[in-house]
């Protein structure tokens, strides 16, 4: 089954990955549309742990925390890519699946898809409509360094298996000199 | 944020308790609100230049390597890097341009506000100009002098501006032509170190940074250095001379810096960014006796006109008008509740002042034609009507001192003592008219060199640590400190300029000090007057006769943060002078880029760039160069570090 990894050592902080994600979940699918738009939302979030920046969003775990806490059946897991995805409908907002989510994915706003224009749990869907057609989901086509990327584990384990191991063994670097560089020096700005 | 990481300022860490409690706006949490911020920025490496991009290069070495148009990580970094030179230097050179068209509109009987306040600065000024002729009226001098400069920005041959041709030394002169014309024996590439035309080099910056015109990182830097000399022995320099010879040469003074300048029974006005021309008039217009009246009428003790940032460096250079702090002080000085007006011109003027003053009764008014902010009061100034313009804000803010709500005021009890105004026409005075004492010193070890350091802050340092700290550590080897700028005002702020802080050292420096009567710390300024640190060096080498990047001097910029910074370090490193720089600039995208700045340029010029956040290690890399020069010139290592 494939999932989003991230190699987090390239992640840059660009957030090009959230501003694709708010397009994608846009109904007008545009970077225009966004401006001042306050229904609009990324499901994704660039954030930064000292020196090293994460792109999180749900691991669509399983079983997920999230599902079994949920008191309403608002999370439910899509058959397609075995995700977890919310029912707006459905949802009552109580939180539970926030407070129990090991990865703080699950934010609550108004959206495009509010019904009764309430707040509703908003987290990743996977952009299985992508997905289906044969993209990948919008997050991962955005990221310009491959720290996101879609595949399935095995593929992923093994080409990181191989890099970690010859880093590891022959001491060859992941990184060009200047980046190393870069981010020695940004440790001293912590 | 932890306090101690804003800021080690005592009073700032006051201020900062008022802060959390009321939750006003700030810079430090608006720098958290951008964290993470960008790599590709930090980089260097995204190129917003045309339509076909935003591009941007994988630094990891994988696709994409290129943007649309083809260009590669290093013509990227290099185009926007000798773009913030020129901004930089546009700054600088486009404040030089008004004192000159002011001295010229005087010298043409076309403007009444403005005088002639320094003769004999303006005979020195004609004289090293070469323009000085006997029985000339000091009228006539002018219109030479301010023609000769307007000339420097606007003059299309291809010969090196005036100004620099008089000012530099002429070995580094000669040097930097060798160089280009080297450089084209070697490439066949036509290249030029020296400006032709101040405004021109930015222009070329401009062009050539235009999709599709020059994409090698060298003749970029080049270009970039040529800029930044038509800024520090251009712009720069204009702007220190022509100022001084209106506004007066500065001589030595006692000032005190800090929040605690401000004065909870008077009527508070900050005159805050860059420029003298307006701040001199308010400073002139604040012991008018019928202000002084008016303010008295509304119950306030008279009027407290205090600087900030570079303005306030003019003013307190020449006037020893106090001042109440550096960069990231302009919100906290608001947030005292007790400021009746803060008077802008140009360049550092956080524009969320407007929305903080909202807060408070604090008027913000903007004066520039060029600088506008959301929030601002704007009250034009012009030249020619400067002291009704100067009168008028006054009153605005004497008006205002009733609306003061005085719950909300608190000033904090610091300032500090500190001995200021140092020209070089003033250390030739104090060193009895030569600079051999000087020049002895360092020979004999007494001073083993000195640190040039300027300023900014930056919120992602801690305010003024790396400035205080870097500058005790190089007193404690014994380097003479000179410098301009935010730094300028963190070291006042920090008692480093007070004379009683020579009391704390125990190296030769002190008694050097003290027989000169001069603090060891020395304020040259505000930043173009990082000018008056190349016209010091010029005169000790050529004293010596050699090169400046022969000197044992050393430049830093810590906590620096803006285009100007950039420029500034650049006419440094292109003077012959290695200059530390902190934080990171946004070049480390591109190998070939460091490689140029960080070595190809000390084979070249002399002077380079060095890039640290350790300040030990900082001190020791500026030591190390200090004595490797010494050790060049054949000055021997002082017994004190043998031992």
């Known amino acids: 089954m494939k999932r989003i990894f991230i190699d987090y050592e390239k992640c840059v902080a660009c957030k090009a990955c959230e501003i694709a994600c708010a397009i994608e979940h846009h109904p007008d699918k545009s970077v225009l549309s966004l401006v001042g738009d306050k229904k609009a939302h990324s499901n994704v979030k660039v954030i930064a742990v000292e020196n090293i920046n994460f792109a999180s969003s749900c691991r669509h775990c399983d079983p997920a925390y999230c599902v079994d806490a949920c008191p309403s059946g608002a999370l439910k897991r899509d058959r397609f890519m075995n995700a977890v995805i919310v029912d707006p409908y459905m949802c009552k907002a109580c939180a539970m699946c926030a407070m129990v989510c090991p990865f703080d994915a699950i934010t609550f706003k108004k959206t495009y898809n509010s019904p009764f224009g309430r707040d509703h749990a908003v987290k990743c869907d996977f952009c299985i409509e992508r997905i289906k057609i044969g993209l990948n989901p919008a997050c991962v086509d955005a990221c310009k360094t491959k720290a996101l990327v879609f595949t399935d584990s095995e593929s992923f384990v093994k080409s990181k298996e191989k890099a970690d191991l010859k880093s590891f063994l022959v001491g060859h670097s992941k990184e060009p000199a200047n980046v190393k560089l870069f981010k020695e020096l940004k440790k001293e700005m912590l | 944020m932890d306090e101690k990481k804003r800021s080690i300022d005592k009073a700032a860490i006051e201020m900062f308790n008022i802060l959390d409690k009321r939750g006003y706006d700030n810079i430090w949490d608006r720098l958290e609100a951008q964290k993470p911020q960008c790599g590709y920025g930090e980089l260097g490496v995204c190129c917003r230049i045309c339509s076909m991009g935003p591009c941007r290069i994988n630094p990891y070495g994988e696709e994409p390597t290129l943007g649309v148009c083809g260009a590669d990580a290093d013509t990227i970094v290099a185009r926007n890097?000798?773009?913030?030179?020129?901004?930089?230097?546009?700054?600088?050179?486009?404040?030089?341009?008004?004192?000159?068209?002011?001295?010229?509109?005087?010298?043409?009987?076309?403007?009444?506000?403005?005088?002639?306040?320094?003769?004999?600065?303006?005979?020195?000024?004609?004289?090293?100009?070469?323009?000085?002729?006997?029985?000339?009226?000091?009228?006539?001098?002018?219109?030479?002098?301010?023609?000769?400069?307007?000339?420097?920005?606007?003059?299309?041959?291809?010969?090196?501006?005036?100004?620099?041709?008089?000012?530099?030394?002429?070995?580094?002169?000669?040097?930097?032509?060798?160089?280009?014309?080297?450089?084209?024996?070697?490439?066949?590439?036509?290249?030029?170190?020296?400006?032709?035309?101040?405004?021109?080099?930015?222009?070329?910056?401009?062009?050539?940074?235009?999709?599709?015109?020059?994409?090698?990182?060298?003749?970029?830097?080049?270009?970039?250095?040529?800029?930044?000399?038509?800024?520090?022995?251009?712009?720069?320099?204009?702007?220190?001379?022509?100022?001084?010879i209106l506004f007066g040469t500065p001589h030595k003074r006692e000032i005190n810096a800090n929040l605690g300048v401000l004065d909870e029974e008077f009527?508070?006005?900050?005159?805050?960014?860059?420029?003298?021309?307006?701040?001199?008039?308010?400073?002139?217009?604040?012991?008018?006796?019928?202000?002084?009246?008016?303010?008295?009428?509304?119950?306030?003790?008279?009027?407290?006109?205090?600087?900030?940032?570079?303005?306030?460096?003019?003013?307190?250079?020449?006037?020893?008008?106090?001042v109440a702090g550096n960069e990231l002080h302009q919100e906290l000085a608001i947030m005292t509740g007790a400021v009746e007006a803060v008077t802008v011109d140009v360049q550092c003027i956080?524009?969320?002042?407007?929305?903080?003053?909202?807060?408070?009764?604090?008027?913000?008014?903007?004066?520039?034609?060029?600088?506008?902010?959301p929030g601002s009061l704007h009250i034009q100034f012009k030249e020619n009507r400067a002291n009704?313009?100067?009168?008028?804000?006054?009153?605005?803010?004497?008006?205002?001192?009733?609306?003061?709500?005085?719950?909300?005021?608190?000033?904090?009890?610091?300032?500090?003592?500190?001995?200021?105004?140092?020209?070089?026409?003033?250390?030739?005075?104090?060193?009895?008219?030569?600079?051999?004492?000087?020049?002895?010193?360092?020979?004999?070890?007494?001073?083993?060199?000195?640190?040039?350091?300027?300023?900014?802050?930056?919120?992602?340092?801690?305010?003024?640590?790396?400035?205080?700290?870097?500058?005790?550590?190089?007193?404690?080897?014994?380097?003479?400190?000179?410098?301009?700028?935010?730094?300028?005002?963190?070291?006042?702020?920090?008692?480093?300029?007070?004379?009683?802080?020579?009391?704390?050292?125990?190296?030769?420096?002190?008694?050097?000090?003290?027989?000169?009567?001069?603090?060891?710390?020395?304020?040259?300024?505000?930043?173009v007057d990082c000018s008056r640190l190349l016209v010091l060096l010029s005169a000790l080498a050529e004293t010596l006769n050699v090169d400046i990047d022969k000197l044992p001097?050393?430049?830093?910029?810590?906590?620096?943060?803006?285009?100007?910074?950039?420029?500034?370090?650049?006419?440094?490193?292109?003077?012959?002078?290695?200059?530390?720089?902190?934080?990171?600039?946004?070049?480390?995208?591109?190998?070939?880029?460091?490689?140029?700045?960080?070595?190809?340029?000390?084979?070249?010029?002399?002077?380079?760039?060095?890039?640290?956040?350790?300040?030990?290690?900082?001190?020791?890399?500026?030591?190390?160069?200090?004595?490797?020069?010494?050790?060049?010139?054949?000055l021997n290592v002082p017994e004190y570090i043998r031992g």
Not at chain 2, 128 to 142: I, M, R, T, V
Not at chain 2, 203 to 226: A, S
Not at chain 2, 275 to 293: C, F, G, R, T, W
Not at chain 2, 612 to 627: A, C
């Open chain 2, 81 to 244: 890097l000798v773009r913030m030179i020129a901004a930089g230097a546009s700054a600088h050179s486009d404040h030089g341009r008004k004192p000159a068209i002011i001295l010229k509109e005087i010298s043409e009987n076309k403007i009444k506000d403005y005088h002639i306040k320094d003769t004999d600065k303006l005979i020195g000024v004609a004289k090293k100009l070469n323009l000085y002729k006997e029985g000339d009226s000091y009228l006539e001098l002018a219109a030479k002098i301010s023609d000769c400069a307007l000339k420097c920005y606007g003059k299309q041959d291809e010969e090196p501006i005036s100004f620099l041709k008089a000012y530099m030394p002429k070995n580094r002169f000669k040097k930097l032509e060798n160089i280009a014309e080297s450089i084209e024996k070697d490439s066949g590439m036509s290249v030029g170190f020296l400006p032709r035309n101040i405004d021109r080099e930015s222009v070329d910056i401009l062009h050539r940074t235009h999709m599709g015109t020059d994409h090698n990182p060298l003749t970029l830097i080049v270009q970039g250095l040529r800029c930044a000399l038509a800024d520090g022995w251009g712009g720069s320099l204009i702007a220190t001379e022509l100022q001084d």
């Open chain 2, 267 to 322: 009527v508070n006005i900050i005159v805050h960014g860059h420029e003298p021309i307006l701040s001199e008039k308010m400073v002139e217009k604040s012991m008018d006796k019928a202000l002084i009246d008016y303010a008295k009428s509304k119950g306030a003790k008279g009027i407290n006109v205090v600087g900030m940032c570079c303005t306030g460096n003019e003013v307190l250079m020449r006037q020893g008008i106090p």
């Open chain 2, 350 to 373: 956080y524009p969320s002042l407007g929305k903080l003053s909202e807060c408070f009764h604090t008027k913000f008014i903007s004066t520039s034609e060029q600088a506008h902010f």
């Open chain 2, 388 to 527: 009704e313009v100067a009168e008028k804000i006054i009153k605005v803010a004497i008006d205002n001192y009733l609306f003061r709500n005085k719950h909300k005021v608190y000033i904090p009890d610091v300032k500090s003592k500190a001995t200021v105004g140092f020209s070089v026409e003033g250390i030739l005075e104090i060193l009895g008219g030569t600079l051999d004492p000087l020049i002895n010193a360092i020979k004999s070890g007494q001073i083993l060199g000195v640190a040039a350091i300027v300023g900014c802050n930056n919120p992602k340092i801690t305010q003024d640590y790396f400035h205080i700290n870097l500058t005790k550590k190089l007193l404690e080897k014994n380097i003479l400190v000179v410098g301009t700028g935010c730094w300028a005002i963190a070291a006042a702020k920090g008692s480093l300029m007070d004379m009683d802080y020579l009391n704390n050292l125990n190296v030769p420096l002190k008694e050097v000090c003290k027989s000169l009567n001069i603090p060891p710390v020395l304020h040259f300024g505000s930043c």
């Open chain 2, 553 to 634: 001097v050393v430049g830093s910029a810590p906590e620096w943060s803006t285009e100007k910074a950039v420029a500034i370090g650049s006419y440094f490193v292109a003077s012959g002078v290695p200059v530390h720089l902190w934080p990171m600039p946004p070049i480390f995208g591109a190998p070939k880029v460091i490689e140029i700045l960080t070595k190809g340029a000390k084979e070249l010029v002399g002077g380079y760039f060095f890039v640290d956040g350790d300040i030990d290690k900082t001190v020791e890399t500026m030591e190390g160069i200090i004595l490797e020069r010494r050790n060049a010139l054949g």
